[in-house]
């Protein structure tokens, strides 16, 4: 079955919400109200066809049936900013798109516009992006290679979920993110092209006070690196109390806040 309509028959309670790992940075996220939110999805080749990064884990989603409610964008690098799924979802969907300013001119030029089309800027309040689903974006460093990244900050119902997108550790300009107190970290950890390692996402995790931490951002390119397996060990030595959870990409994973304000993650 198509994963867009697996996530779409998938019941939930007020308390929960789903999320399905696409490989790569990408994510879907379902609300209990029944909106369905993308970040970074990558559910093509064309890295291969503008930087000869060649694709090493499958393609779980084809474009031409991706039906989301909302798409977000981190950045303009291709793995974020699929410049071959986005068009094609754009002519084929009701989606609606948002990203920071480069995102958005980046979007124009591949002809979406008005209001098929959201800007999320550092600083700026939280946008309505779908239903029940809120969403802001927070500082990124990813360095001059894109001055324009952000991470987001999404309100799911009751959880909030921190996206780092692409960055390093920069703690004078992210207290926006710890005072959230975010309940899942989203984190970019293959510590290359400027990005957190697994010793600076647990600082982060530390920082920010996330209850859970999911790694990302490794093992879809052979140049992108990555040891995903060293975050547990970096999180203990960090004095981090978060849970530590590794999702399978495609499989969808039920997420539950608690009445005590824990978070509790499982395999549907």
């Not at 990408?26 to 939110?37: H, Q, R």
């Not at 410049?83 to 754009?90: C, F, K």
């Not at 798109?97 to 959201?118: D, N």
């Not at 926006?176 to 290359?192: F, K």
């Amino acid at each position: 079955m198509n994963l867009i309509k697996q996530l779409d028959t998938c019941e939930l309670r007020s308390d929960q919400m789903a999320v399905v790992w696409l490989g790569q940075a990408g994510f879907l996220f379902k609300s209990s109200g029944g909106s369905i939110v993308a970040v970074d999805p990558y559910l093509s080749h064309c890295g291969e066809k503008r930087k000869q990064f060649i694709r090493l884990s499958p393609i779980l989603a084809e474009p031409e049936s991706f039906e989301v409610d909302a798409l977000l964008v981190t950045h303009k690098h291709f793995d974020h900013f699929d410049y071959d799924a986005i068009p094609v979802i754009a002519a084929h969907t009701r989606t609606q798109f948002y990203g920071p300013i480069s995102c958005v001119r980046e979007f124009q030029a591949l002809g979406i516009e008005g209001k098929e089309m959201g800007l999320l800027q550092p600083g700026e309040p939280a946008l309505r992006v779908a239903g029940d689903v809120w969403a802001r974006a927070v500082f990124a460093d990813h360095g001059e290679m894109e001055p324009d990244a952000v991470g987001f900050v999404l309100r799911i119902g009751n959880t909030e979920v921190y996206v780092t997108g692409d960055t390093a550790f920069r703690p004078q300009q992210m207290t926006g993110v710890r005072d959230t107190g975010p309940d899942l970290m989203i984190a970019s950890v293959n510590g290359e092209f400027g990005n957190l390692n697994c010793e600076s996402g647990a600082e982060l995790a530390v920082y920010t006070g996330a209850k859970m931490v999911i790694p990302c951002h490794f093992w879809t390119f052979r140049e992108h690196k990555g040891r995903p397996d060293l975050l547990e060990g970096a999180l203990l030595a960090a004095g981090s109390s978060a849970q530590l959870q590794f999702l399978t990409a495609g499989e969808i994973y039920i997420c539950e806040k608690t009445p005590e304000g824990d978070v509790k993650m499982n395999r549907r």
